[in-house]
């Protein structure tokens, strides 16, 4: 009796052997074409960016080793430092903004209320809307002399704005696009976090009389900050690659006020044909984000509970 | 329910001024495309064209150096392959990442979901040198390649849905000796249809609103896509606003009339993906 128990079981063990070699198998199969398209189009790119922005690497000329050559460069070169700190400057203003006005009109939308539905599709639709209509939009409304902002402030007797041609706004213009266009998709994060908070807490709190202001304080923005966190991660990340809205609406201009990295970057590859330099500032931009996601990431796991 | 009286009418007012701030550029964009240009440029302006000049339409619907419609063309010619394969293989993968073991299996995973914080414009460079190489500039193929096989977020989403799916169910087809391929085929897919409508929306939507792509890739006119070909008349029209903005209309139809259908599938995605947290 017992060596017919080893036995099967013996047999059933090397049966599920094969078995599970064959699942690995199909396992390795399923993931193949998505693993070498990541290995072809993602890892191999960023480790080729470290290696050629040690290259002074025209389109026509040969490659030469330069060392860190193209670093050193960046660090005097104006234009570039003007573009980083435009670039920090864009990430200062636009995420906190951003992420303000989506919490706002999340808290707003977290209510008995009627037409949620309405609300909803009509936040999203920008979100929705290509860039490039955005921004063609924008630069039609900004127009100092005949846009359609300038003349609503006009009834508040404020003389026309520049908005795209002064120096120290047109950033904060583009910015304040972006914000427009892009708040409805982090306010449908936070949205469902809030909607998700059980209703036993608010029974409770409604219980010791809590104040709206401290039920907004005490127990719904505790709990949706690992939302929150997803949101400004997600958020900086985007902001710190802004190039779309400044290559159409301003070109960076007026002066370099509006050049961020990503345009510069852009630039000097493809229309002066500096890659090596280019890469050099694309691997800058990447320890930047990598950087700042790391930091949060601390920040993050001290502070946040996951469990609800 | 008493407290909440005050703060309804707040979020009735704050609900109200962003709808009024969201929708009056859209308004803006609809009723200049229809102005002529005179009084385009009339001030103070009006609100309501006083003729409606459908011309505008029919001016830039030839107006760039290709017609719109070809522009349209070319980008379905994109998008089309970039959501149908990419919806295939990321599947496949996600289907391996929820369900099956072997190997590695979460090391590789993490690397899908790490290669999402890669800012695309350190991978821009070298891939563009890549497709150089392969004399791939100036065809759709740098477009659509690098999505077409499968991307971490896709597979992070599909995985997500297939981990919800219960295991019963391919517990019969595993005893009558079904392949791993056949359940994908014939029991999860048929069951995913909401997360793959919710995916197709948002591949359609980053595939036809790319802007950088075909900026870099495309050089001649005729193969340009409605993004490029609508930022190209910031240049060729420069102040003919009427132009632009009949331009943009059109260009936001296609994404109007996929927001319209599939809007729940849109919502659910969204709240998904966000569940990461």
């Known amino acids: ?308 | 329910m008493k407290q909440s009286k005050k703060s309804i009418i707040l979020s009735y007012v704050i609900l109200a001024f962003a709808t009024l701030i969201v929708l009056l550029p859209f308004f803006w964009m609809l009723v200049s495309s229809f102005k002529s240009q005179k009084e385009l440029f009339a001030y103070p302006p009006t609100f309501f064209p006083s003729v409606w000049k459908w011309q505008n339409y029919k001016q830039v619907l030839s107006a760039g150096s290709i017609s719109f419609f070809q522009m349209f063309i070319n980008s379905m010619k994109i998008t089309i392959p970039v959501v149908v394969f990419n919806i295939i293989f990321s599947s496949l993968a996600a289907y391996a990442f929820a369900r099956i073991n072997f190997p590695y299996k979460n090391f590789l995973f993490m690397l899908f979901i790490s290669s999402m914080m890669i800012p695309s414009a350190v991978v821009m460079v070298p891939r563009f040198m890549l497709f150089t190489k392969l004399k791939l500039i100036d065809t759709y193929m740098p477009l659509i390649l690098p999505s077409a096989f499968g991307t971490a977020f896709s597979i992070f989403l599909l995985r997500q849905f297939f981990m919800t799916i219960p295991i019963d169910l391919e517990e019969a087809a595993v005893i009558d000796g079904c392949s791993k391929f056949r359940i994908w085929a014939t029991i999860i897919m048929p069951l995913s249809k909401p997360i793959i409508a919710t995916l197709s929306v948002f591949l359609f939507q980053g595939s036809y609103n790319d802007f950088m792509g075909p900026l870099i890739y495309l050089n001649s006119d005729t193969k340009f896509t409605v993004q490029l070909g609508l930022a190209g008349f910031r240049n060729s029209f420069s102040t003919r606003y009427d132009l632009i903005m009949a331009g943009s209309m059109l260009a936001l139809i296609p994404v109007l009339i996929i927001y319209v259908v599939c809007q729940k599938y849109i919502v659910k995605g969204i709240v998904m993906s966000g569940l990461k947290g």
Do not use: H
């Open chain 1, 1 to 308: 009796m017992k060596s017919v128990a080893n036995d099967t079981s013996k047999k059933k063990g090397m049966k599920t052997m094969t078995l599970q070699r064959k699942d690995a198998l199909s396992g390795y199969l399923f993931i193949a074409p998505a693993l070498i398209s990541l290995l072809v189009f993602m890892v191999y790119p960023v480790i080729a960016s470290f290696v050629i922005s040690g290259f002074d690497w025209g389109i026509l000329t040969t490659p030469k080793f330069i060392g860190l050559e193209n670093y050193k460069t960046l660090f005097r070169d104006p234009v570039f430092l003007e573009s980083l700190k435009n670039t920090f400057v864009w990430v200062i203003m636009y995420v906190p903004v951003s992420i303000l006005v989506s919490l706002i009109v999340a808290l707003a939308m977290d209510m008995p209320l009627r037409g949620i539905g309405f609300f909803r599709t009509m936040f999203y639709l920008p979100v929705m809307t290509p860039m490039v209509v955005c921004a063609l939009l924008f630069v039609w409304i900004y127009n100092t002399d005949f846009g359609a902002l300038n003349y609503i402030l006009s009834f508040f007797k404020i003389a026309p704005i520049k908005w795209l041609t002064d120096k120290n706004i047109a950033l904060i213009s583009i910015a304040l696009m972006s914000v427009w266009k892009n708040f409805g998709y982090n306010m449908l994060i936070l949205l469902s976090a809030l909607q998700g908070i059980p209703e036993s807490l608010y029974e409770a709190a409604a219980l010791d009389g809590i104040t709206p202001w401290r039920k907004l304080i005490n127990i719904k923005l505790p709990l949706i900050m690992p939302s929150m966190y997803f949101v400004i991660l997600t958020s900086v990340i985007d902001a710190f690659q802004v190039f779309t809205e400044v290559y159409i609406m301003t070109k960076g201009g007026p002066g370099y006020s509006t050049y961020t990295v990503s345009y510069y970057l852009f630039n000097n590859a493809f229309e002066f044909g500096k890659m090596g330099y280019a890469c050099a500032m694309s691997v800058i931009m990447f320890v930047i984000i990598l950087t700042v996601t790391l930091i949060q990431d601390k920040i993050m796991n001290k502070n946040v509970q996951y469990d609800m």
